[in-house]
């Protein structure tokens, strides 16, 4: 049986195509369904807007970490560092786009032709914090309450730093990225001891009630 095509994500990898090319507040949903091969009217009843294919994005790399990430009894840490490590993995077929996209990026630091959009910005750091709360949730740890939205925000700047790094590298690996990334959860676990507990049925034995 021959595999269905996947028009939705013909339209993501176009818009994001576009948007390396021309920045992203130069992108419109007509040149997005030129590129894509797709009539303008079948398009918008896909994606009413910009934002909703960057929300379209952002869910299949959500799922594609979900997939990927290793579940084995590890702590959680480790699985936080497993569960981030895998969104690059799934990031990494998209970087030079998102390079020329994003704010700060190398592109835009070494005057690409390409600005970086204030809104896509804001857009960026929303999706970052949905993506951390995903994580956390997935890792075990409660992001409920008060406490919950600390957690989330630290684990965001562990995240924006480790991309940082790894918008910018030029080696070809993610050494660089993993180093950070371990190093900035060892910080944060030494912070904050109760955020990256183990997870109940890890292997310890648990107090009897």
Not at 4 to 17: E, F, G, N, S
Not at 18 to 45: H, M, N
Not at 137 to 146: D, F, H, N, P, Q
Request: proline share 4%; aromatic share 6%.
């Amino acid at each position: 049986m021959a595999k269905r095509p996947d028009t939705d994500w013909r339209i993501i990898t176009a818009a994001l195509k576009l948007g390396a090319e021309e920045g992203w507040r130069r992108v419109t949903l007509a040149g997005i369904a030129k590129a894509a091969k797709i009539p303008l009217d079948k398009l918008s009843a896909r994606f009413p807007d910009k934002r909703a294919i960057l929300d379209g994005f952002a869910a299949r790399i959500n799922q594609q970490v979900l997939d990927a990430a290793p579940d084995d009894g590890k702590t959680v840490r480790d699985r936080l560092f497993d569960l981030i490590m895998c969104r690059f993995d799934a990031l990494e077929a998209h970087k030079e786009p998102l390079r020329a996209m994003l704010p700060n990026s190398h592109a835009c630091a070494a005057g690409g032709l390409t600005k970086a959009d204030p809104a896509l910005a804001i857009y960026g750091l929303c999706a970052a914090r949905r993506a951390m709360k995903l994580t956390l949730e997935t890792a075990g740890v409660s992001t409920a309450g008060l406490f919950g939205a600390v957690k989330i925000k630290a684990l965001m700047l562990v995240y924006l730093n480790a991309l940082r790094i790894w918008l910018g590298d030029e080696t070809g690996t993610m050494d660089k990225v993993m180093a950070q990334l371990d190093k900035s959860l060892a910080r944060l676990e030494s912070l904050a001891g109760s955020f990256l507990a183990r997870r109940p049925g890890d292997g310890e034995a648990q107090p009897a009630d």
